[in-house]
């Protein structure tokens, strides 16, 4: 029958949950597949640091000895300052905020002459799109976030607009 000790079990968990997050972690890296498997990644990923403590646990005289060869040593160091650098520069980075949300904030204050360049297409067009949708534009030189505020919607529905996706227009801000 199943033996139910932890030391039974931790090993394979170990492994399978390595294996997942391993290959999770790869889709990731090449932006193959996202979304739901972010998720998985990160939830597993806790899974996995559950799993490889009692796997220590387990096995801590054996683990104990790995830390008397100066190989080892060197490749945990190498391993954690390596992530060290990782987490110093997204603090350093996320002090800026991130680019993507910059740039959106940028479009979104843009005046509609500008967003209709970047659309590439004439900003009558644009506001013809706008209008045609429901929302109220007085002047090009409006931007996205003072038409979201003054049509009571999200900015981002007036995005999809824009961007020629179909939105309701009953997409206002509560």
Request: hydrophobic residues 50%; positive net charge.
């Amino acid at each position: 029958m199943f033996k139910m000790g932890i030391r039974h079990w931790s090993t394979p968990l170990v492994i399978g949950v390595s294996l997942v997050v391993g290959s999770s972690g790869i889709l990731l890296f090449f932006h193959l597949s996202e979304g739901l498997i972010k998720s998985m990644h990160e939830w597993l990923g806790l899974l996995f640091v559950m799993a490889m403590l009692l796997h220590v646990m387990n096995h801590w005289s054996p683990f104990k000895r790995y830390f008397n060869q100066k190989l080892s040593n060197a490749i945990v160091a190498a391993v954690v300052v390596i992530a060290f650098s990782f987490i110093v520069s997204a603090g350093t980075a996320g002090a800026k905020g991130n680019p993507a949300k910059r740039m959106l904030a940028v479009v979104q204050q843009a005046p509609l002459t500008a967003v209709a360049m970047l659309e590439q297409q004439p900003v009558e067009q644009l506001i013809a799109k706008l209008t045609a949708k429901g929302v109220k534009v007085d002047s090009p030189s409006q931007n996205l976030e003072q038409l979201a505020k003054s049509n009571n919607m999200h900015p981002f529905a007036l995005l999809d607009i824009v961007n020629n996706n179909t939105i309701s227009t009953d997409n206002h801000q509560d």
